[in-house]
């Protein structure tokens, strides 16, 4: 079993930067793809960022590219996302995932990720 708990979220000025940590605990996740997905209101859940379990391989939201980075220590068992030039339409609550599958890729896709951390909440104010 696997619990996820974001960290990092708040309130800031669009233009403006935040960094999310996701803290992994109940065993090692190095073996785990992990993700970072979000929920504007009233918005279904979408992708944002996921890294593989060797941390060789990231994908990204065309709408994050270049602006997000998603990275990974397998010995702190921590997941984060460097959010830069951040835009109003992106406040959401940023949920952190991880997935049990032993893959060279990452899936986009919410039903394929095993564990869900509870969300932080990011406000971006315009």
């Known amino acids: 079993q696997v619990q996820l708990v974001e960290s990092g979220g708040g309130l800031v000025q669009a233009g403006g930067s935040l960094r999310l940590s996701c803290a992994a605990s109940?065993?090692?996740?190095?073996?785990?793809?992990m993700g970072w997905f979000r929920q504007g209101p009233g918005k279904e859940r979408e992708f944002v960022a996921a890294i593989n379990w060797s941390g060789a391989y990231t994908y990204y939201a065309d709408s994050v590219k270049g602006r997000f980075t998603i990275s990974a220590s397998n010995a702190k068992n921590t997941v984060t996302l460097q959010m830069n030039s951040l835009k109003p339409e992106e406040t959401a609550v940023y949920y952190c995932?991880?997935?049990?599958?032993?893959?060279?890729?990452?899936?986009?896709?919410?039903?394929?990720?095993?564990?869900w951390g509870q969300g932080t909440q990011v406000t971006v104010s315009s």
């Open positions: 995932a991880a997935d049990r599958r032993v893959t060279d890729s990452v899936s986009q896709r919410t039903y394929d990720y095993d564990y």
């Open positions: 109940g065993r090692s996740f190095s073996t785990y793809a």
